[in-house]
């Protein structure tokens, strides 16, 4: 038939949507087969950064406005999969890819500190699987192809984390615990999905939110997006659901925690943002009474109560985990507002506050590299024996805290807007409140560092090596540049917005 | 809202009965059992009745297997049952697979190093790890939380 | 030089002095010398900036834009300018001072301590040119972050617990409050440009007024406004010129300046008083001046009566602001200047105290100042400015300030204009007294003799840090002379527009 020809993609930047996925995922297996243990990182990383040479081509052509709609196989879609790119998940992929380029050439010090040398092309392999299953997550338009593709970067994930068994065992029960509750959320969104494929027979999230509409609410309809809701959000670690986050965070490699703490939780928010307005819609009442009176009291709850948690820590990384689980409540807040400005913040906190833990969690990588331990007893005074790396550090706190000049800051003047904007008070002064308690948390790793003399390894520490240090600074310039600079990160956002409050736009083309 | 589960919807739901009947028994036994192996037995269980769903979601009553015939010579008065769910928990058994075998990996792993495959028993040990490490570095409260 | 480039250039020097000090860290008399070339330098850019635009207001100079409606910008208005000019003036006595301070009392991380300083006059440059909220807002954190080190600087136990105080007061009250002040201005006006007359009239009315004052007033934590003072006597566990320049002149003027900022620029002076908005702010001024100068009496440590006279004085500035007239906005101004000159040498003459005899009790220094003539002599002066007696500079504040409660028909606030200032010879008074007249006053005969043979063989520490006080104690005089200069300096900040 002749009109499919022009489904068919025809030079070489139409086919940018699916090369994104491919160079990853052709890269992970071929560091098995090559099985050279030097050349898998090299590997590892060119292919990362040709992804994320890709994404930006891609983020410049959607940051307009223009949807990018892939038939994969040339199959069109409803019935073939769909990769649909629009400024939303344009900025999502750039972000993974960005993350996991800059955090690659720390891996490489910090994994050859951490994991034995036997396992570290495997090492490599799980990661590439990882991180092509979080942009597949990203950037397919297709609901099955999303269960899929979260289920490799899932996968990979747990074998990324029980790595850090090297160090201290528990990472392997807190990988097996991820995998239990990963297993069961991601089955309970594949649920989800079969609900809404019985009523709408289509697994096109556009072909299904245009179905949605035409026959409005009813009893599947309304269970799918429960499951999916649930599902989802034990991936976001939305905060009743959040129980496998500390652990898995604290035990897993450094790098591993860095590039996870960065990304999956945020392609799994996006994967939210995604069903929440492009396939249920806005107008879906049942969605927005969910957001109103679900997430957003859960994610205020996670404000405080993760905050409050990591006040108490006295280990560094396992704080910066929970407070990762407190910044998704900011996040989560932004999107349940239901506004342009609100969902704009949220979108602009996924990004900014992926790029502020990243910075946080290589420095403790580097911190543990030279004093072996991420507790602060371990830790005084290295602010003088390691100063590159605790001022990076204290940056990224800052950032975290969200201090005007930094990137955290942005976003949360958006999201303090927004709340004003709907006039919802309390919650604004909720938002500032809970910034205090990052407060409390941040200082005492400042003080850590620099107030307390130097004992035990801290004292004998050296400034950790340049391959961490340049990745760190990068991420740390990078908050303190988003701080100023905010043409991207909110332009793209507010694009973002736009796209997902306006639903999807029928079936592209 | 009651008034529809007459004897026949609730026979004619009869796939969905055993759906939830197996869902929540995988569930459970998730939640209940202490046995690492056991859990992971209850998460099958669970994930099979999933593949439940699927399967009988593509069932059109009075319909065939949908296979055409070697000449294509459809006849429009056939119905045939849908495949697509069939194709798709293809893919999520395949996925289940790997989730268990990995999953079994991670227990071996466990018993080598905690010489227990029992919850418990590894709570017990990792607690023990906890009140050192706070006895050593804690100023405050911190561990598994 | 362009007034722009000029303003641009005033924050940068201090800022690039930062990566100086580090730089040079190993070698302390270069060090010291190349921050007092920039601290030089910005006060003559600050001074080509006067040259430029005398007291008029220059244009807006708009670095980038942040968010749309959001600008990083710069501009130029006598407030500000007035400002710019005491702290990057006084910087240049302060680090002299410090230099002489820090090696006379061998304090340790001089290389922390001068790079932080540094950093702390970058951004009170950056607060005093704001030409927005959104900028000053910035500057303004800033500032709290960087003065943080230095108030923690010994790392002693007390100095960590001070400097929690001081971070937890001032950042919680900044993110807390003030943000929520700032963003809400910004939603229901969609600017934030400090504008003559104000941008608030006509976006809300009613009780919100005084709600969205109550944020800015105790937002603005640095102004040292009761329930949230208490941070300053805390900070004063810092090394005294850290007292000095920030908490006499910096770090409080940089508060009480973005409060009158506030006041005549987002809320303007006549909606202020349209609307009554400001009269509980007047009344807790009040109490703050009055009960703050109690508190001063009951304090031995000088420091520490030096920093609750602070949180006095800084309320004479807010209550200018509260009177809502043109007459009180004047003399808030005007009292920034001339409390900073007065405080800033009782300051660092309780410093110069301590480098020479390490006491810090009042009760210790009873005929002290006869051996020490010359530092005494200038913390008589800076006492009588600060009490308010001709002819030192802050008879005029105090009188510009008695005018505009007068102008506001507020007698209650005359009356504690007056009792404030009787309070003032009250807590001020003892030290000189004890110092010059009280030969000994030790019951016990031996303990006197040792005592008085201690301060018998004490003397003036080195010319570093006795001369910088006697400087400033001569610019309270001076200013006195100068006050009407300062008042049509001024003047266009409350003109009609």
Redesign the interface.
């Known amino acids: 038939m002749a009109s499919e020809v022009t489904h068919t993609a025809a030079t070489f930047a139409d086919h940018l949507p699916v090369l994104q996925i491919l160079v990853p995922f052709i890269a992970a297996p071929l560091t098995v087969l090559i099985g050279s243990r030097a050349l898998a990182w090299p590997i590892a990383f060119v292919s990362s950064a040709i992804a994320a040479v890709i994404a930006f081509a891609l983020l410049m052509k959607t940051m307009g406005g223009e949807v990018i709609s892939y038939h994969l196989g040339g199959w069109a879609p409803p019935l073939g999969i769909e990769y649909r790119v629009d400024a939303a998940n344009a900025f999502v992929l750039l972000l993974v890819c960005a993350i996991s380029t800059i955090v690659l050439p720390f891996a490489r010090t910090s994994v050859a500190a951490e994991i034995p040398k036997r396992q570290h092309t495997l090492f490599y392999t799980a990661y590439l699987l990882c991180f092509a299953g979080l942009l597949g997550v990203a950037v397919t338009g297709d609901a099955f192809n999303v269960f899929v593709f979260l289920e490799i970067s899932s996968l990979s994930t747990y074998v990324l984390i029980a790595q850090g068994s090297y160090r201290d065992k528990r990472a392997l029960t807190a990988a097996f615990d991820y995998l239990m509750m990963g297993t069961i959320g991601a089955t309970f969104f594949v649920i989800g999905i079969g609900l809404l494929y019985m009523a709408t027979g289509t697994l096109n999230m556009a072909d299904i939110a245009d179905r949605i509409a035409e026959q409005g609410s009813n009893r599947t309809v309304r269970s799918a997006f429960a499951f999916i809701v649930v599902g989802i959000g034990l991936k976001v670690a939305i905060y009743p659901l959040h129980l496998w986050l500390p652990n898995s965070y604290t035990f897993a490699p450094s790098a591993v925690t860095a590039f996870l703490a960065a990304t999956a939780t945020k392609v799994a928010i996006y994967v939210l943002m995604r069903f929440v307005f492009s396939v249920f819609r806005p107008d879906f009442s049942f969605a927005n009474n969910t957001l109103e009176f679900i997430i957003i009291p859960f994610a205020i709850l996670a404000m405080f109560a993760a905050s409050f948690i990591a006040i108490f820590q006295s280990d560094f990384k396992r704080m910066l985990a929970y407070s990762s689980i407190a910044q998704i409540g900011y996040i989560l807040l932004g999107i349940g507002f239901l506004t342009q400005t609100g969902l704009t913040a949220g979108i602009s906190h996924l990004f900014n506050h992926g790029i502020t833990k990243a910075a946080l969690f290589m420095g403790v990588g580097a911190l543990v590299l030279r004093t072996g331990s991420s507790f602060y007893s371990r830790l005084e005074g290295a602010g003088r024996t390691m100063p590159w790396t605790s001022a990076a550090v204290v940056i990224g706190g800052l950032s975290l805290i969200g201090v005007p000049g930094t990137a955290g800051f942005i976003s949360k003047w958006v999201l303090v807007q927004a709340a004003l904007e709907k006039g919802w008070w309390p919650v604004a002064l909720l938002i500032v409140a809970s910034s205090l308690l990052a407060v409390i948390y941040v200082w005492r790793v400042i003080e850590t560092l620099y107030l307390k003399p130097a004992t035990g390894d801290a004292a004998t520490a050296t400034e950790a090596p340049a391959s961490m240090l340049i990745p760190l600074w990068i991420m740390a310039a990078a908050c303190i540049y988003f701080g100023f600079d905010t043409q991207i990160t909110i332009g793209a956002s507010q694009t973002a917005a736009q796209g997902l409050l306006a639903g999807a736009v029928g079936m592209a083309h | 809202m009651f008034e529809e589960f007459t004897w026949e919807f609730i026979v004619g739901h009869l796939n969905y009965w055993l759906f939830i009947v197996l869902m929540m028994t995988g ?1 459970y036994i ?1 939640v209940a059992r202490s046995n ?1 192996v056991k ?1 992971l037995v209850g ?1 099958n269980i ?2 099979v009745s ?1 593949f439940m ?2 399967i009988s ?1 593509g069932k059109i009553t009075g319909g065939t297997a949908p296979i055409f015939p070697t000449d294509m010579k459809v006849d429009p008065g056939v119905t045939y049952s849908n495949p ?2 069939h194709v ?1 928990i293809l ?2 058994i395949v ?1 289940g697979i ?2 268990t075998s ?2 079994l990996a ?2 071996v ?2 018993r080598e ?2 010489n227990t495959i029992d919850e418990a028993g ?1 709570l017990e040990i ?1 607690s023990t ?1 906890c009140r050192a ?2 006895q ?7 561990g ?2 | 030089m362009d007034t722009g480039t000029a303003i641009l250039l005033s924050i940068l020097v201090p800022f690039a002095a930062v990566f100086g000090n580090l730089i040079l860290r190993n070698n302390p008399n270069a060090r010291d010398g190349m921050t007092l070339v920039a601290a030089v330098l910005t006060f003559l850019l600050v001074l080509r900036i006067l040259a430029n635009e005398g007291n008029g207001t220059s244009e807006t100079y708009t670095l980038f834009s942040i968010l749309p409606g959001i600008d990083i910008a710069f501009n130029v208005e006598p407030l500000g300018l007035m400002f710019a000019i005491i702290a990057s003036g006084l910087w240049i006595l302060t680090h002299l001072y410090g230099i002489g301070y820090m090696r006379g009392n061998d304090e340790k991380h001089h290389t922390r301590f001068f790079a932080c300083f540094a950093f702390a006059i970058s951004s009170v440059m950056g607060i005093a040119f704001s030409a927005n909220m959104f900028t000053l807002f910035l500057f303004y954190e800033a500032l709290t972050i960087s003065t943080y080190p230095l108030v923690a600087h010994k790392g002693t136990p007390e100095a960590i617990k001070g400097a929690r105080t001081y971070l937890g007061i001032l950042i919680g009250t900044s993110i807390g409050l003030q943000l929520v002040a700032v963003v809400w201005t910004f939603t229901i006006t969609g600017t934030l440009d400090f504008t003559r007359g104000g941008i608030l009239e006509g976006h809300i009315a009613g009780p919100m007024v005084a709600v969205l004052l109550g944020l800015y007033a105790f937002g603005i934590g640095k102004a040292a406004l009761m329930p949230f003072h208490r941070w300053l006597p805390a900070a004063m566990v810092a090394p005294t010129p850290v007292s000095a320049l920030l908490h006499a002149v910096a770090v409080v003027k940089a508060g009480v300046f973005t409060m009158l900022k506030v006041g005549i620029y987002i809320f303007g002076i006549d909606f202020l008083a349209s609307s009554g908005a400001s009269v509980w702010l007047m009344w807790l001024a009040a109490f703050s001046i009055v009960a703050a100068s109690v508190v001063a009496m009951t304090k031995d440590n000088l420091k520490a009566r030096l920093a609750y006279s602070t949180i006095s004085q800084l309320s004479y500035i807010t209550l200018g602001m509260a009177l809502a007239t043109s007459m009180g906005a004047l003399g808030g101004g005007m009292h920034i200047a001339t409390h900073a000159m007065g405080k800033i040498t009782l300051f660092m003459c309780a410093g110069s105290i301590y480098v020479a005899t390490h006491k810090t009790e009042i009760s210790q220094m009873t005929g002290l100042g006869r051996r020490m003539p010359i530092t005494f002599a200038a913390f008589l002066i800076g006492a009588l400015s600060i009490i308010g007696l001709p002819p030192f500079a802050g008879s005029w504040s105090k009188w510009l300030l008695v005018v505009g409660a007068a102008d506001a028909s507020q007698w209650v606030m005359i009356a504690v204009l007056m009792v404030s200032s009787l309070l003032n010879v009250a807590y001020l008074m003892p030290v000189v007294a004890r110092g010059f007249f009280l030969p000994n006053p030790d019951p016990d005969a031996e303990a006197a003799t040792r005592a008085d043979e201690a301060t018998r063989t004490v003397r003036e520490a080195n010319v570093l840090v006795w001369a910088p006080p006697a400087v400033t104690a001569l610019g309270c005089v001076f200013l006195f002379f100068y006050a009407s200069e300062i008042q049509t300096f001024l003047s266009p900040i409350v003109a009609a527009n």
Do not use: C, S
Not at chain 2, 136 to 142: Q, V
């Open positions: 569930l998730v690492l859990k998460l669970f994930q999933v769903l699927y979601m697509l769910p798709l893919t999520a996925v790997a989730t990995l999953a991670l227990i792993r466990i190093e905690y590894i990792e790890i490490e706070n050593l570095h804690g100023e405050a409260m911190g598994r939380a």
